[in-house]
């Protein structure tokens, strides 16, 4: 049987579902300084792992070896070298472990959206008080501890209002790059059909060598990016960037994709084409 396509909602027929490529190049990548804290970032990994190696919590994975060999394919289980992707959103698990931490990021793509006037999450004109609780100067933090402060249902305006327009998550990916890793070298990687990027890095950079994160701008120029552990990056996702390789140390990154489709529960980065968005691999797509 066929997977149920998405129930797409009528404004979401009126508005973009990615930007285009050449102006996508003349927009900048917005760092956000310290999004998560040393202790939130121990906290999200900490539960990634006893998830996976304790509980048997399934994720979609994908690994890309630094060395493609036979032999180093065999004995997979002990080679350190390598690119490892790890889809959280496999099955709900993300949304249902982290829901505040989710909610941040729709409040913080939102606001980016609106202050650089993207205008890919809402319609145009939309100003930034209309889709973050807490105006343009808000910073929301405590979201991973248990005294969290700002009531549920003002934390999560900005998701319902980007969710009543269609756009949601599609992935939730934990990057871990193991020197020596592989690089991303296309200088025109992007992502493809998405509407932005939120990238939050989780290791300090004195961890790893190599690993620099770079954008190809609309004069041709490589234009690196620093940041340290806890920093967010949001940009449009149709923006080219890639990343160098690893050379020694581990590198790892949480990479959330948002677009104008279902909140996606497929072990893998999903290609359903909009409008219908029926993913192929049954039981894992969520309706809307």
Known sequence: MAPAAWDVPQVAKQLPIFMDVDKAQR?????????????????????????????????GETSLLADASILSLCCRSRYRGGWHVSYLHTSGWFRSTFPDLKCRMFEAVSRVDAEQQWHLLSPEKTEVGDVSPLGKDSKITGLLADDVQLQPEKLNIAEKRCKAQGCNVRCAE????????????????????????????????????????????????????????????????HKYHCVQKVLAGERR?????????????????????????????????EEA
């Open 253 to 285: 990154v949480l990479v959330l994709e948002f677009w104008r489709g279902p909140e996606c529960r497929c072990p893998h980065r999903c290609l359903a084409e909009w409008p219908y968005r029926a993913c192929g691999k049954q039981g894992f797509t």
């Open 174 to 237: 934990y990057h871990v790059h193991c020197g020596p890793s592989p690089a991303l070298p296309d200088r025109y990687h992007h992502d493809t059909d998405s509407l932005v990027t939120l990238d939050i890095l989780l290791t300090d950079s004195s961890e790893f060598q190599g690993g620099v994160f770079q954008t190809l701008e609309a004069d041709s120029t490589m234009n690196p990016v620093t940041w340290s552990v806890g920093d967010a990056l949001v940009f449009v996702s």
């Open 27 to 59: 927009t900048p990548v917005v760092k956000l300084p310290g999004f998560l804290s040393l202790e939130e970032v121990r906290h999200l990994e900490r539960t990634i792992r006893t998830a996976r190696n304790e509980e048997g919590v399934f994720f």
